[in-house]
């Protein structure tokens, strides 16, 4: 074209191409506001307290950043690693908390298997030792309860054995009052036996130190249930008493034969008749089979068996032994 056209055509394009450039440099500096913004709500979830809450807005924020266009080509580059600075320190926060949690968990879980041995270890214990151990099992119990969360898919197996572990203690010590109760009940025949044997005529010559063997054997036991010690010494200051051997056996026979119907068992042939009398005594009185606390009964009784006078080993064996499976 001619130089004079072209420049009022030169003046028109340039003017239109400043007009765009114009348009084009307002949104590229709006679109960096945009994402400037999108920086700072970056930089600020780094420090929320709720990562997941926080990763979870953050990913929002990766999402308006994609849709938001482009800034000016110079400053894009330096604009977007400020972004990924932003969401690399709140994904670097989520994977610290991680190992972390994961360390924690560790920590928890070898402080539970600890605790685990310990209550494991109890339950080879016995007698005192194990009754000492009560105190020693309820603390690890209270520790383990203190702990804090346990490695997922670990945590519910260790929980479940720690309980397992703890109720068999539970009963083995449970097992153990009522071994040692009944201990003392034993010791009240054992004693009542040694007395016995003082008191046989055929020992004569031995009585009195058959009767100290019985008084140390009295002497070594700590606690005595109410009335057990009283019923000893007076059998001891008592002696044979004024009642026959035959009485005697009688007696121990009809404890034998109430012990064996409170506990259901059967009575030997021999004495099958004097327990119907027993029995059809009873339905005449009135008393019948009424409900009763059947261990306090039988405990009962062996105050009663004790207070009996001696007779020969060969007819009290067998009957203390029948009394004793009635227990």
């Known amino acids: ?4 056209q072209n420049q009022s055509v030169q003046k028109d394009f340039d ?3 400043d007009l765009i450039r114009r348009q084009l440099n307002t949104n590229y500096q709006k679109n960096a506001e945009i994402k400037r913004g999108l920086i700072d709500q970056a930089l600020k979830l780094a420090d929320h307290e709720d990562n997941q809450k926080a990763i979870e807005a953050v990913k929002r924020l990766q999402a308006l950043w994609k849709a938001t266009g482009p800034a000016l080509r110079k400053e894009e580059p330096r604009l977007w690693r400020a972004f990924r600075a932003g969401c690399d320190a709140l994904f670097e926060k989520r994977q610290q908390q991680a190992e972390a949690l994961k360390a924690d968990l560790e920590v928890n879980k070898v402080a539970a298997l600890a605790l685990l041995d310990e209550v494991k270890g109890c339950l080879a214990l016995s007698g005192k030792a194990l009754l000492d151990a009560k105190a020693q099992v309820s603390t690890c119990q209270k520790t383990f309860q203190e702990l804090g969360a346990l490695p997922r898919g670990q945590g519910v197996r260790l ?3 720690f309980r397992q572990s703890v109720a068999q203690f539970d009963r083995l010590v449970a097992q153990q009052l009522q071994a040692a109760k009944e201990q003392v009940w034993l010791d009240c025949l054992t004693a009542a036996d040694k007395i016995r044997l003082s008191q046989l005529p055929e020992h004569l010559g031995s009585a009195a130190s058959l009767e100290e063997a019985a008084r140390r054997f009295i002497s070594s036991i700590e606690h005595w249930p109410k009335n057990v010690l009283k019923t000893l010494e007076e059998k001891l200051l008592r002696g044979a008493g004024e009642t026959t051997p035959d009485e005697n056996e009688l007696a121990l026979k009809s404890l034998c034969i109430r012990a064996e119907i409170l506990s259901d068992r059967p009575t030997p042939e021999t004495d099958k008749a004097l327990r119907m009398q027993f029995q059809m005594s009873r339905l005449q009185q009135g008393l019948g089979q009424s409900a009763v606390d059947k261990q306090a009964a ?10 009996i006078g001696p007779v020969a080993t060969a007819i009290y064996q067998p009957l203390v032994e029948r009394f004793l499976k009635c227990r």
Not at 1 to 4: D, F, I, K, T
């Open 1 to 4: 074209m001619e130089r004079s």
């Open 15 to 17: 003017r239109l191409l």
């Open 159 to 161: 929980e479940q054995e």
């Open 298 to 307: 039988l405990d009962a009784m062996v105050l009663e068996w004790v207070a």
